[in-house]
């Protein structure tokens, strides 16, 4: 155990040196080994089984990608270890050199650009609103003086400040703690509607007791490309990525891949999210590309 | 460690740009201004919970100790009622379950709910210091106030209750820094409070640290500057002789 955790810390050290060497290739064929991070929860794209297992979409493009990595290598083995990152910690540990590969939830916009680089997007999350479906509700332009709820932490709180300013539209927010927290206040009557990340929506919506009670409408609050994420000024290591998920792109396999995540039971409950790929990740895949959020507000 | 960023609190909230001068004008708003608006829901929230706990806790603290069973066993079911249940629980049952029984509280907004929630919930803690305080005092005092001929009401207004806050002053002020604290929980709930601020501020800036640092810097402020009033009280009230009294 101690030997093991010796080698965890030269590792360690080595790739620290490695970080400002800034050749993740050299790096992995060097070490044998190389490391993913991960999510926790983050909705069917990375989590975990427990047991220190994880999957997801992003998962399993990017087991693939590192697959044709260790081709490109000529490595008879590659180790993948999995490192669990947050929200908070993942663009520190991808810059520090503890995680090579970033298989989560993150948005690719402007201001990460400066610290991080992107692999193409793989998808293309459309912020929406759930209301009841009875309530009449069609359009955001109808939710003036309702209770609009959302979830403390996260970009669609700033989403929903930036419409109000922008619409003059006024609405009474109501913050849940966690997404489930924000479902329940819709579901309770609390909020008349629950904006969020159309994902996360299907999810929610997936799992209710009734989930024909609750529909999606209205138009597409802010359109924010989910990538891949790996250290910046790595152009060698970007292009492997890239060049891997292309292929995926181009010979549909990304479309299977998503389908058995988004629209097939997953593990562990055996639950369907639902969800078919929207048009701006059809898009994506037709035309890989790495622009950051703030092209697609342009459009 | 050298890379820090207090300029984040100057940034504009809508479009990230910063604000010449640090605070907003004509419905800008910078982090700075959020940061303290959320200060004074915070304060808000705990001061307000801080009345209602004061008066019903000394209420249930009284009621455990006068000779009638009934009373006793009301401030005794009061007191491990609301401390025998986690605060963030009391939060929720008060927003979701309650309204949900009693339709008429949904009108109410979830700042009198979490105040009351918060305040019972505190008001247990004081009921039990308040109660330590009256048994503290020698028997006698109360049999002396009966015997000069003073109601019970009166026994307790003129002779006990003044000594026994006195004694209690302490640990009431460890209770009302508590209060401060415990108020985060109003997060939960979709109170715009410090703790909500933190992280919302966090995500949309990625400057995580500063906001923090902030953020407990004013809880920390907050709070020492109710244990100061509290020992000004102290100082203030003391009788030479009595506990606490010496100096």
Redesign the interface.
Known sequence: MKKTFALALALAATASGAAHAEDTLKKIKDGGSVTMGVRESSGALSYTLGDGKYVGYHVEICQHVLADVQKQLGLAKLEIKYQPVT??NR?PLVQNGTVDIECGSTTNNL??QKDVAFAVTTFVEEVRIAVKANSGITSIGQLNGKSVATT????S??TL??HE?ATGVDFK?????DHA?SF?LLE?GRADAFVMDGAILAGNIAKSKNPADYKLVGEVLSVEPIAIMMRKDDPAFKKAVDDSIKAMMKSGEIAKTWHKWFEQPIPPANTKVGMPPNDNTKAAWANPNDKPMEDYAKK | MANWDWQVFCKNTIDGEVIPRCLGSGGDISYLDWMLSAWGWTLSVALLALVVALLLGSLMGILRTVPHKGLVLLGNAWTELFRNIPLLVQVFLWYHVLPALVPVLKGLPSFVLVVFALGFFTSARIAEQVKAGIQSLPKGQRYAGLAMGFTLPQTYRYVLLPMAFRIVIPPLTSESMNIIKNSAVAFAVSIAELTMFAMQAQEETSRGIEIYLAVSGLYFISAFTINRIALAIEHRVQVPGMIGGSK
């Open positions: 929200s908070q663009i201001t990460r403390t932490g996260t970009t709180v700033q400040r930036k300013r927010e109501v913050f849940g703690k927290d329940l309770s």
